[in-house]
């Protein structure tokens, strides 16, 4: 059924790529669009770590949220690290509503 879809970016550190992956898959299913990271640096992606990647990839991540209408937080154990800290924190100065996966 065409309609429109709520845009929703994903934010956590990439060592929860299976989490990653279902909440990717529970979040399309309930009717959104889903925009999630390219890359798993803590997972076994090692280009991430070739000079100047991750911070191309940490500037993408945040256009990826420019273009949401919330971001979806996968704090696995209760756990966000800095970089998710800081797209949190991005999230909430640009408007975007912040969901997280467990209370925190």
Request: aromatic fraction near 8%.
């Amino acid at each position: 059924m065409p309609g429109k879809y709520p845009v929703i970016t994903l934010c956590s550190s990439t060592r929860f790529k299976e989490q990653f992956l279902e909440a990717q898959k529970r979040l399309t299913l309930a009717g959104n669009i889903v925009i999630s990271v390219g890359l798993f640096g803590h997972s076994g992606d090692d280009e991430v770590w070739t000079e100047g990647t991750k911070e191309m990839l940490d500037d993408m991540h945040k256009r990826k949220i420019d273009m949401a209408d919330s971001i979806f937080v996968i704090n696995v154990g209760g756990y966000i690290g800095q970089s998710t800290r800081s797209e949190i924190e991005y999230a909430l100065a640009h408007g975007k509503t912040v969901e997280y996966l467990e209370k925190p």
